[in-house]
């Protein structure tokens, strides 16, 4: 049974960083799609990242330049790191992955079966 855990959320001012883990247990086989969303309060679930297992990544155009998605398939361990943030980044921030995807990495929800626990993030201004 694969699972998601998520860490490293927390409580920044604007212009501050934070980086997000997201550890896999289970097997995770050779191809991937492991996505990152948020949602903020009263809004949709919007996906921010994504990469595949050789490390392609997609961006949204709110976070490009600022959040980078990388992975460590040894440690079956994923990242956002996010830089410069502002108050419009606050929201819970979700992993989410879909096994043995054989196409560009996936910003839509859609295809996503497992998903982490999300952790919070706030950045006040």
């Known amino acids: 049974q694969v699972q998601l855990v998520e860490s490293g959320g927390g409580s920044v001012q604007a212009g501050g960083s934070l980086r997000l883990s997201c550890v896999v247990s289970?097997?995770?086989?050779?191809?991937?799609?492991m996505g990152w969303f948020r949602q903020a309060p009263g809004k949709e679930r919007y996906g921010v990242a994504c990469?595949?297992?050789?490390?392609?990544?997609n961006y949204a155009d709110s976070v490009k330049g600022r959040f980078t998605a990388s992975n460590d398939n040894a440690r079956k361990t994923f990242y956002l790191e996010m830089h410069n943030l502002k108050p419009e980044d606050t929201a819970i921030y979700y992993c989410?992955?879909?096994?043995?995807?054989?196409?560009?990495?996936?910003?839509?929800?859609?295809?996503?079966?497992?998903w982490g626990q999300g952790t919070q993030v706030t950045v006040t201004s």
């Open positions: 989410a992955l879909v096994l043995n995807w054989d196409s560009t990495c996936s910003r839509s929800g859609d295809p996503y079966n497992y």
């Open positions: 990469i595949v297992d050789y490390g392609a990544s």
């Open positions: 289970g097997d995770l086989p050779k191809t991937y799609s």
